[in-house]
């Protein structure tokens, strides 16, 4: 058993801390909707339970514990209220990204305050100018899941060179803090409400070559912050660990909706029997529960597997990426598919607007948008791969 582990007593104690704050978060999942934001009081649990310290590095105070630990927390989360996992999901797995940044980046985060969160945007839209020690960055980037809790944001941009004014294998994370940046509050959507994921904008600030990471070394598992991180956490994929902090809140919200769809069978009359005694709800429900349980086994086996690669010390085989990068994609796509299929069968009381089932189909569906679950690209290059071609991906 390791100490870093699931199984550890520490583990143990994240992952029931946070199935304790089930009822609050559940109560809460209103509030954070209609505020457009995560609650202050649950950051402020999840801050003392120590979710945020789970993939810190142990010399600013954190865990550094297997990834395996921060998604079990995730999936408890999810199931009271997607959008607080969202949000942490999204804004905690920062503290594993900050880690492999060089290390002054780090220093300039946390040094006064090793709380201090992250928000981000990934997307590939900023304006970059190479300047001495460092770029000039401007742009405008949407979805910034948790904005209003950061200090810090990472912003993705490529960097243009003569050859190539847009090569993908010259993106770059660029770290900004919040004095560089405005929030503009446009989070206007049908589901995950409340990750209060706004727009970023920044104007010509300039980013020095510390507080910024190639996503190349990410692809290669190879980063300035490895001279100060070498624990083999620090040597997992960057995209292999983000994506996955994406696609568990999903996972979570779809065992929420298992619960809920439970609970209307236990009260709803579905013609002359109650709805529980019916055999097509009893067969959903079960066909529900095996697919939840599979996708969980399915995920916590790819990383169970990455992370004996990095203990050892050995290469993850890059065909063995490749189909673990779509096993991520694929969950929101099965896991809509089965909440569409409960909320069908739960009847017409389904789509009034305090229906918890309705409440998880919408978060499903918006999760569905982020382009961490659009499967299709990912299906396509596991597709190649199974036929002899070679891997045309370097986002996993």
């Known amino acids: 058993m390791s ?13 029931e801390a946070a199935r304790a704050m089930g009822p609050a978060l559940r109560d809460r999942r209103a509030c954070a909707k209609a505020d457009v934001q995560v609650p202050d009081e649950t950051m402020a649990e999840f801050h003392k339970a120590g ?61 006064d305050d090793p709380t201090t969160l992250i928000s981000s945007s990934y997307a590939p839209v900023g304006k970059v100018k190479a300047v001495d020690g460092g770029f000039r960055l401007s742009g405008r980037w949407s979805f910034s899941s948790g904005s209003e809790h950061g200090k810090w944001a990472f912003l993705g941009a490529v960097v243009p060179t003569p050859e190539a004014p ?24 049908v589901g995950l409400k409340g990750t ?32 100060v991180n070498s624990a083999p956490l620090y040597r997992m994929p960057f995209m292999q660990v983000f994506v996955r902090a994406v696609c568990t809140a999903t996972l979570g919200a779809c065992d929420g909706a298992l619960d809920a769809f439970i609970e ?24 529900a529960k095996a697919e939840i349980e599979e996708m969980k086994l399915t995920m916590f086996r790819n990383f169970d597997a990455m992370m004996a690669c990095c203990r050892a010390g ?60 659009n499967s299709t690209p990912f299906a396509a290059n596991l597709g190649g791969v199974l036929f002899g071609e070679e891997n045309a991906d370097f986002a996993l």
Request: proline content about 5%; hydrophobic content about 40%; charged content about 20%.
């Open 3 to 15: 100490e870093y582990g699931l199984d550890s007593p520490r583990g143990q104690e994240l992952v």
């Open 51 to 111: 979710f945020f310290r789970i993939l810190q590095p142990e010399q600013w105070g954190g865990y550094a514990m297997d990834p395996q630990v921060f998604y079990a927390v995730g999936l408890e989360v999810a199931r009271y209220c997607p959008s607080s996992a969202w949000v942490l999901g999204v804004v905690a797995v920062h503290n594993w990204q900050l880690a492999v940044f060089d290390d002054q980046a780090a220093q300039d985060v946390w040094a």
């Open 166 to 189: 847009f090569d993908m294998s010259n993106y770059r994370t660029f770290l900004v803090p919040v004095s560089d940046y405005k929030i503009v509050h446009n989070w206007d959507v």
């Open 196 to 227: 209060g994921s706004h727009d970023i904008v920044v104007d010509d600030a300039f980013v020095p070559e510390h507080r910024t990471h190639k996503s190349m070394d990410g692809f290669l598992c190879d980063n300035p912050g490895n001279a």
């Open 264 to 287: 209307v069978a236990k009260t709803r009359q579905a013609g002359p029997t109650k709805m529980k005694n019916d055999p097509f709800a009893r067969v959903l429900a079960a066909e």
């Open 314 to 373: 050995e290469p993850i085989p890059i065909e063995d990426r490749v189909r673990y990068r779509y096993d991520s994609a694929i969950v929101a796509d099965r896991c809509l598919a089965l909440s569409g299929k409960m909320l069908k069968a739960s009847g017409s009381g389904g789509i009034r607007e305090d229906s918890d089932l309705l409440s998880f189909h919408l978060d499903i569906l918006a999760s569905q948008a982020h382009v961490a679950n």
